[in-house]
């Protein structure tokens, strides 16, 4: 449980699991997690302005009422972040994985060839 730890700090990680980790409410600007396994985390209402998330797996992650200004998720995987209630000017994604923002808006994604829905 990392809200327990003293602001501010930031953290840097790379090819690491920080898998359940709960930052709930931390102001982590800058922080660095690259090509890490980040499942079940927990970012609600964290400031992650100009993050580094490049190559990170966020499957199950939980990101609400975050602030990602300027954040780099280029590369990072399995993130499900609602572009209604998080805060993203100037965040960077990469495809196909940016497509799960068409997910959260309710919008049904067809494969063109045969019709079939896309799953998330």
């Known amino acids: 449980m990392w809200t327990e730890a003293e602001s501010p700090f930031t953290i840097t990680a790379s090819n690491s699991r920080l898998s359940y980790s709960g930052f709930y409410g931390k102001k982590l600007k800058k922080i660095r997690l690259t090509h890490c396994i980040a499942d079940e985390v927990d970012f609600t ?38 572009p209604r209630t998080n805060k993203l000017t100037g965040a960077r994604f990469s495809l196909p994985e940016a497509l799960s923002f068409l997910y959260c808006l309710g919008i049904e994604l067809v494969d063109p060839d045969d019709h079939i829905p896309i799953q998330p």
Do not use: E
């Open 45 to 82: 209402d964290c400031d992650l302005t100009q993050a580094v998330f490049t190559g990170t797996d966020f499957r199950g992650a939980t990101f609400s009422n975050t602030i990602l200004t300027k954040a780099d998720f280029v590369g990072a995987l399995n993130y499900a972040i609602d």
